[in-house]
Each structure stands twice: as C-alpha cells, then as structure tokens.
C-alpha cells in the first residue's frame, strides 16, 4: 500500500512538473524553433510589402516583428496570409503572433490580446470641405452616403455612430475608394493609418478630416490562449515600452515615408501612442 502511494506521488509530481513546462515553455520553443513565425498579407502597405523581385517584405509590422525576433535571438519568418485568416493562423498555431490586430470583444473570444502597440483613430477621407470639423453625431444624417469596406473594424464603428446615414458596404477597401471618386459616396470611413496613405495614393478622393470627438482604437498583437503567462507578458510588455518610448511611432512614421507623409502631416496633436 505504501508503494503504491508512493507511485501515486511520484506521478502527480511527474505530472506537475510535465504541466509547467508544458505551459512555460513558449518562448523556449520558439528559441527551439529558431523562428518567430507572423502573418502577412500582400500589398497593405504600411502595414506589409513583399518585393517581387527579392521576395523581401517589408513595412512597420515587419520591422516591428523583426524587433521581437531579435530580443528572443531568432529569426523572423513570415507567412502569407488574409486579415480574415490572420486571427485563424494564430488559433491554429501556424504562427505565434498576429500583429496589426483591431481588439474587439468577438475578436477577445478567439485569441488573446497584448498591451496596445499603437491607437488608431476612425476618420472620413473626401475632397467635400462641408464635412470638414463635423461631429459625428451631425454625419449621422440620411443626406451624406459614406462608402466602407464591409465588416472591418471602421464597417462596425460606421454601424454604431452613422446609424442614420446612408452607408454603402463593399468587399474590398479599393471598392470604397471608387466609390468616392467618382462621386457615389461623399466620404470614405476608414482610420488614420489607412486614410493617410489613401489620401496620398488617390488625391482625387480628398484629404484626411478627423470628426470629433475623436474615435481611437488600439491595435494590439493577438496570440493564441493556449501560450503560457510569462510569453504573453513579455509580448504586452514589449508592445507597453516600445509605445511608451515611441518606437512604434517612429516605425510606423518609417513606413509612411515612401508616400511623402510625415508627422506635420498628421492632425494638431494626434500621434500614433495614444
């Protein structure tokens, strides 16, 4: 009997000891590995580029996620993705980390979430002055017709401030954008990031104008809820200092370069830190 509590004891310890470091482990089985796997997908600058001659990516995720690589002391792999298969890619485990993640409480149910990188504000991208220092609640009007990508994270803000105002949904986000030049929508609804770069590729469709009060969001980085504390804590950790200390913005601002946008480019007093 005394043997066989003995066994008894020497497997619960067996399996407690299996039990830490199955869930401590994270960050040692991807020093293990000797990559960092992401998602990314083509052609979302500044977010991801991917050079069809050298097969390199780039933009402020890359250079973020190349960071993180470098603190762990392993090398960053990307794998091709979609924005709908970014949070599935996590779940799944085919990769560790998805950046340039919009936290929403549905979203919350699927993966976790770090500390903020950056905060991004909702805004309208349209060459009308009459919507420029507008409130929200006076957009929210059947005579103005916004254009949005359907089901992103502006389609759901659009759904809860613009209830009243006619809304056209398309698939894609280039979709949105015609629809404003060629005069079916008098505005696009997307964010700063987005509307920055949009404003610069299509002069055609306007300026940046930012309603008030001002709408933020913070972007986070989704992992999976299966990885142990001390990784996720080191994920928000490096995402609270970088953005503390304005790495991220600076990244960011580095990726927008290529399109003529600076800083002075940006509304009086927003910044990508929040």
């Not at 590729?201 to 104008?209: C, M, S």
């Amino acid at each position: 009997m005394q043997i066989f509590a003995k066994l008894c004891s020497m497997a619960a310890v067996a399996a407690s000891l299996f039990a830490t470091s199955a869930s401590a482990g994270t960050i040692d089985d991807i020093r293990s590995r000797g990559v960092l796997r992401i998602p990314a997908i083509l052609n979302e600058v500044p977010y991801f580029n991917k050079d069809p001659r050298t097969g390199e990516w780039q933009g402020f995720v890359i250079d973020m996620a190349s960071d993180i690589a470098k603190t762990l002391d392993v090398k960053l792999e990307v794998v091709e993705s979609s924005w709908a298969n970014a949070i599935l890619d996590v779940q799944s485990g085919k990769v560790d980390m998805a950046f340039a993640v919009t936290a929403t409480p549905v979203r919350a149910m699927s993966v976790s979430f770090s500390d903020p990188t950056y905060y991004n504000s909702f805004v309208l991208v349209s060459a009308k002055d009459e919507l420029t220092g507008k409130a929200w609640n006076e957009l929210n009007d059947p005579k103005y017709t916004f254009a949005v990508d359907l089901g992103s994270a502006q389609d759901l803000m659009a759904t809860q401030y613009l209830p009243k105002a006619n809304m056209l949904r398309f698939k894609t986000r280039d979709e949105a954008i015609v629809a404003v030049t060629t005069g079916k929508a008098d505005a696009l609804v997307n964010t700063m990031l987005n509307g920055l770069v949009i404003s610069k590729k299509a002069p055609t469709i306007g300026n940046v104008k930012v309603p008030t009060p001002v709408l933020s969001t913070p972007s986070v980085i989704a992992v999976n809820y299966g990885t142990d504390e001390t990784f996720k804590s080191f994920v928000s950790a490096w995402a609270e200092y970088n953005r503390r200390i304005g790495n991220n913005q600076t990244w960011i601002l580095n990726s927008l370069k290529p399109f003529g946008i600076e800083l002075t480019d940006m509304p009086p007093g927003f910044g990508f830190g929040g």
